[in-house]
């Protein structure tokens, strides 16, 4: 600010501190502004096609700290405690699923909230373990997994068996893998396209809970009452 370093986000060599969900805030002291024009320099780097610099706002410390506050808390904090739930949902199923093998659909919502965690990971840290290109085919390979467990889930819960759209399910999550692997600078722009499958396969399973919600209405109300129950009596054995 006029010549004078506030503060910065962290390191521009590789990898680069992550800011892309943290907002940052920084006092200005009085002694630094200048009667008539003030300016501000700000240096930002990125990747190729995901590089933005969000709203820059200056005013009183009693307005701009709370919305700093809240905004920090919505979106570091609470990722941070979904990573944790998520994680530790993630351990439990599995270990529910390493008690009883034949039961996979244990083994697919843990694969769901694992994935589920490693993307709210992405939210709150900064300075990643590996290197940027490799850390952004993780979060991005984690979108199609946990869109891949969870209809691998869906229909496990749902006592239904579907070949074909399973195996349709993994591959999708697979060549997602592959393509963010060889698509380089272009990797934003390729993702953005491929999750589009992701959004194809959210409405598959809402089609598919809703069909079978429809089937039970339609059931007798004794038939209707056991199959509701049966999830119920697995789960207590």
């Known amino acids: 600010f006029n010549d004078k370093l506030l503060g910065d986000g962290g390191s521009f060599a590789e ?18 502004w200048r009667d008539g024009e003030n300016r501000i320099d700000i240096r ?37 405690g979904l990573f944790l739930a998520t994680l530790g949902v993630s351990v439990f199923a599995f270990g529910l699923w390493r008690k009883r ?19 709210s ?44 759209i399973d195996s349709a399910l993994v591959a999708y999550a697979v060549l997602a893998m592959v393509l ?17 499958g992701s959004v194809l396969i959210g409405g598959y399973l809402v089609w598919r809970l809703l069909s079978v919600r429809g089937s039970l209405l339609r059931m007798p109300h004794d038939s209707a009452r056991r199959v509701l129950s049966s999830p119920q009596q697995i789960a207590l054995q």
Do not use: C
């Open 15 to 32: 990898p680069l501190a992550r800011n892309w969900a943290r907002p940052l805030y920084f006092d200005i002291p009085s002694s630094l």
């Open 180 to 196: 963010y692997a060889v698509a380089g600078e272009y990797l934003a722009l390729v993702a953005a396209v491929w999750m589009l």
């Open 101 to 119: 093998p034949g039961d996979s659909q244990y083994l697919w919502f843990a694969v769901a909230a694992f994935a589920w965690s490693l993307l």
């Open 44 to 80: 930002l780097r990125s990747y190729p096609g995901s590089g933005l610099l969000g709203s820059v706002l200056i005013g009183p410390q009693a307005l701009l700290q709370p919305r700093y506050e809240w905004v920090y808390f919505f979106q570091v904090q609470l990722s941070a």
């Open 121 to 164: 990971s992405n939210n709150f840290i900064r300075h990643i373990p590996m290197p940027s290109p490799a850390w952004e085919w993780l979060m991005f390979s984690s979108i199609a997994w946990w869109s891949t467990a969870l209809g691998l889930f869906v229909h496990r819960m749902l006592g239904k068996r579907y070949p074909l």
